[in-house]
């Protein structure tokens, strides 16, 4: 089973187009999304079946990820 991963805010115009599903417990959030991070240059916060989670976390089969930026500006 897959993961499905939903890019919100300025991360959809990174990423592939969705639903983004990706094979389970072979990278973690961080290395699935390093260069869409580095082509956003923005950080962001994974949130896995409603809980957020660390970039470490390594997603686990039917997991729904959500990708929400940080909120920047002044």
Do not use: C
Request: no cysteine; charged share 25%.
């Amino acid at each position: 089973m897959a993961v499905t991963i939903r890019l919100l805010g300025l991360f959809r115009q990174y990423g592939p187009p969705e639903p983004w599903e990706v094979a389970a417990g072979e990278r973690s959030i961080g290395e699935l999304l390093a260069e869409i991070e580095e082509k956003a240059h923005a950080g962001y916060i994974p949130i896995v079946n409603g809980e957020r989670k660390s970039k470490a976390y390594v997603p686990a089969e039917g997991d729904e990820i959500k990708i929400m930026p940080l909120v920047t500006g002044g």
